[in-house]
């Protein structure tokens, strides 16, 4: 177990709408890393928070958004949702922000289906 | 940019064969380096890592030298078990960003 808590685990929803996934982050950890897994993209860093604010942007489409609250849990938002956003979304943590010496742990990830 | 580039997968092996997947990168600077394992239905777990030229990960058994002359991080295991079967990604972390650059991942399947 990593420590880090993603709900929910699946989510099967409609084109055009609006989701949230949320993330729970391992206890000290300060940082918060959304990655996104497909089949075709493979796995695609969106975004970074450390400690509230954003500290890096991947590929993030405009249609996605995240923050990350007072107590450090961490929310995506995807919006206007299209079929190739159907994908595997996952959550990472890591103490720091810059060290590359302390790694990243994953949470089990939350699957998306867009029908 | 920093990009990764492994073998293609899958790769099938019998219990106790040698095991070797490729990993090479490009990234800016001194980029450290770190080969993450994904059993079905779950995240990715830290296998190893190594943050310097000539630097050797190991962990469980697996092995990888950081080599800049070749830019590779290949993966190897003396002998691998079914329990290894798994989807491997080489990642690169460089420039002091944390969020790490990922290969297109390996499957492995061993099989008794």
């Known amino acids: 177990d990593s420590g880090v808590t993603q709900t929910p685990k699946h989510l099967i929803t409609a084109t055009g709408q609006r989701v949230t996934l949320r993330c729970s982050p391992r206890s000290g950890d300060l940082s918060v890393y959304w990655y996104q897994q497909s089949l075709d993209q493979g796995l695609q860093f969106l975004i970074q928070?450390?400690?509230?604010?954003?500290?890096a942007k991947g590929n993030i489409l405009e249609r996605f958004s995240a923050q990350q609250f007072p107590d450090l849990h961490s929310e995506l938002n995807l919006s206007s949702l299209e079929l190739g956003d159907s994908a595997l979304y996952f959550c990472?943590?890591?103490?720091?922000?810059?060290?590359?010496?302390?790694?990243?742990?994953f949470g089990n990830g939350t699957r998306l289906t867009v029908t | 940019g920093n990009s990764v580039t492994q073998m293609e997968g899958p790769v099938t092996l019998s219990e106790e064969a040698f095991l070797t997947i490729n990993c090479t990168y490009t990234a800016t600077g001194y980029p450290s380096l770190f080969w993450y394992v994904q059993y079905p239905g779950e995240g990715l777990q830290l296998l190893l890592k190594a943050t310097k030229a000539d630097d050797k990960g190991s962990n469980k058994g697996f092995e990888a030298t950081y080599r800049k002359e070749t830019t590779s991080f290949h993966l190897e295991k003396g002998s691998v078990q079914v329990s290894d079967s798994a989807v491997y990604f080489c990642a690169l972390s460089a420039g002091g960003r944390r969020a790490l650059t990922f290969g297109s991942g390996t499957r492995l399947q061993v099989q008794p």
């Open positions: 928070y450390y400690n509230g604010e954003e500290r």
């Open positions: 990472a943590s890591s103490v720091a922000s810059t060290d590359t010496n302390s790694p990243l742990h």
